[in-house]
């Protein structure tokens, strides 16, 4: 199973303004998947993560686009001094262990190397890795990387 269905489930009750199973929800993956995942963040559709999503930490005010790919051990959080937390566009591949932080915006077609450190926007169909990530290429086909994910 993945932490992806348990968070779809606490999201649909929460939009349906359902009390308490949500948190509850929320409570179960922390404990089976040692991941925070809330129901108030905002994960598009045919999105899911990597190994069940082991690790994964999500800002509540998290916004994730369409088919993303998201592995284990991500962080995508917000940073201090800085209102809002990241934005991260569809179909984006984002490698294990790499944490997006801080009020930036990946966009569309991207991918981040694992353990990148992104403290920096993104710019659509690009390649990031390192600390802090730098873009490593431009211009790519994310089929080809999403391929490789499944």
Not at 9 to 14: S, T, V
Not at 23 to 47: C, D, E, M, W
């Amino acid at each position: 199973m993945n932490a992806i269905k348990p968070y779809q489930f606490a999201r649909w009750l929460y939009l349906r303004r359902i009390p308490v199973l949500p948190k509850l929800i929320y409570h179960l993956i922390f404990l089976v998947y040692n991941s925070s995942i809330p129901f108030k963040a905002q994960i598009g559709r045919g999105t899911r993560f990597g190994y069940g999503g082991i690790g994964v930490v999500i800002h509540e005010r998290s916004r994730i686009g369409e088919h993303c790919v998201i592995s284990q051990q991500v962080t995508i959080g917000g940073r201090a001094g800085h209102r809002n937390p990241p934005r991260v566009g569809s179909r984006v591949y984002v490698g294990a262990g790499a944490k997006i932080i801080g009020d930036i915006e990946i966009g569309d077609d991207c991918v981040i190397g694992a353990n990148a450190v992104v403290i920096q926007s993104v710019p659509r169909r690009s390649v990031v890795a390192g600390i802090p990530a730098r873009v490593i290429k431009s211009n790519i086909d994310i089929a080809h990387y999403m391929k490789q994910a499944d």
